[in-house]
């Protein structure tokens, strides 16, 4: 009853202020649900124009590189081309109006912010809702919310309340902490969600296997996300048998949106194609990928106007493939392998992807794990470990036959795993000098 009414209230007070929000979801729906119909290509035809007319006319960086409106004539960015010449690219139409600030704390090690105008946060709140109602969750439920909460984007107790939302810092989930967190799920009874980093996830997974929770079916979790990072197989198996809900992953970023989620027991990412323009390009070069080829994600926000990133390189990459319904097919990302910087490769050169790494986790009495490609035979494997532990020959003869004959494997026992600056915790991590070479896929 009370999220019901939270639900009226916000649909009511954005009807008061143009009824802006819904407009965007209308259209969100509609194209997402039509994506195959001439209407819908039109509509994503529209935006995608207009945003480049806007850019070329109101943006010093386009206006002066750029003379085309075919897309393929833009060239492509990434954070450190838009840092180097930052105010170029803030439309001079929006200089003096009111944007909103969106900041990344750097896992990558740079630190990032863009602005986003009005009707930009609008259509994200737009994509927010239809996302997140595709997963279960409705407008008005409860939001447990898992991230690294700091001084950009950390809520007031007054925002919280009003947003529904329970703040928990991913810097807290020692065994204490993660009972605290379920139990305070289960103290609210009316209908709610849980949206984390996939890491975090693994710390409940954790809980819930080690003092044999039993499923709790009927706890009013109507959703759960996972974002920010690779969601593991086992913890989506895990927490959907405990919830009894479907566990999905969801592909977005702080300067842009939500790009991709997958939609109920499908692996595949649906792309939101109402608002991005999503292309996958060659990892040497700047063009389309082959059929089956993993490639850089390569993102144009369609409604970012303060700030135009037309073909942003978001440094990760992924698969790009169709999914078929109702007889048609959809475009979708069939993999989403992290980024670029931490493409791990064998001995002899080959690409393998980084899920591979994950069957440690099938050995008992591993905490936390972290697997690094020190260069191009080396590789090094930091374990948080029980004392119970006593898989080190197994993992080594496993991870021999995965990386090759020349691969030389250092097994490092530590303490802890620690946490990124953004509150994330990388898994993979690539330092080999030579990780920009050209994939070859077996």
């Known amino acids: 009853m009370v999220n019901s009414i939270r639900r009226f209230l916000f649909w009511s007070f954005d009807y008061v202020k143009g009824n802006k929000v819904n407009a965007h979801y209308k259209e969100i729906n509609y194209i997402l649900e039509n994506l195959n119909t001439l209407k819908s290509k039109e509509m994503q035809e529209r935006n995608l124009e207009r945003l480049l007319q806007h850019a070329i006319k109101t943006t010093p960086y386009y206006r002066e590189d750029v003379d085309s409106l075919k897309i393929s004539d833009f060239p492509i960015l990434n954070k450190n081309k838009i840092v180097e010449q930052y105010d ?9 109006q009111k944007n909103f600030s969106a900041y990344t704390s750097g896992s990558t090690g740079t630190p990032f912010k863009v602005y986003h105008n009005l009707n930009k946060k609008h259509r994200n709140l737009a994509d927010v809702i239809y996302f997140s109602k595709l997963s279960g969750f409705q407008l008005g439920d409860k939001l447990f919310y898992l991230r690294h909460w700091d001084q950009y984007n950390s809520k007031t107790r007054f925002q919280a309340w009003k947003q529904n939302i329970y703040m928990h810092p991913v810097s807290k989930l020692e065994e204490h902490d993660v009972k605290m967190f379920l139990n305070e799920i289960h103290k609210t ?48 198996t895990v927490l959907q048998e405990y919830f009894g809900v479907n566990v999905v992953s ?42 089956g080829e ?10 970012n106007y303060a700030m135009p990133m037309i073909r942003y390189d978001t440094g990760d990459i992924g698969l790009l493939g169709y999914e078929n319904k109702n007889s048609k097919q959809y475009p979708v990302l069939k993999k989403i392998e992290g980024r670029k910087l931490d493409m791990i490769f064998d001995s002899e050169g080959k690409h393998i ?11 008992p009495n591993i905490k936390q794990y972290q697997f690094i490609q020190e260069d191009e035979i080396h590789y090094t494997f930091k374990l948080n470990v029980n004392p119970e532990f006593n898989s080190e ?50």
């Open 88 to 96: 170029k690219f803030k439309s001079e139409e929006y200089l003096d």
């Open 189 to 236: 009874k009316s209908g709610k969600g849980i949206l984390a980093y996939a890491s975090s996830l693994n710390e409940i997974r954790d809980y819930i296997l080690k003092y044999n929770l039993q499923p709790q079916k009927n706890s009013g979790i109507n959703s759960v996300i996972g974002m920010a990072e690779a969601l593991n197989g086992k913890t989506k």
């Open 250 to 291: 969801r592909y977005s970023n702080v300067e842009n949106g939500i790009i991709a989620q997958q939609v109920g027991e499908n692996s595949d990412f649906h792309i939101n194609w109402a608002s991005y323009y999503v292309e996958i390009l060659k990892l040497d070069r700047d063009e389309p990928v082959s059929e």
């Open 294 to 303: 993993l490639g850089r994600i390569v993102v144009t926000d369609l409604f």
């Open 353 to 363: 992807s980084s899920y591979a790494v994950y069957h440690i986790l099938k050995y």
């Open 393 to 442: 020959t197994q993992i080594r003869q496993e991870f021999q036959e995965i990386l090759g004959s020349r691969a030389i494997i250092n097994i490092l026992y530590v303490d802890e795993i620690p946490l990124l600056s953004s509150g994330k915790r990388k898994f993979v991590i690539n330092k080999c000098s030579n990780s920009t070479k050209v994939l070859q896929e077996s």
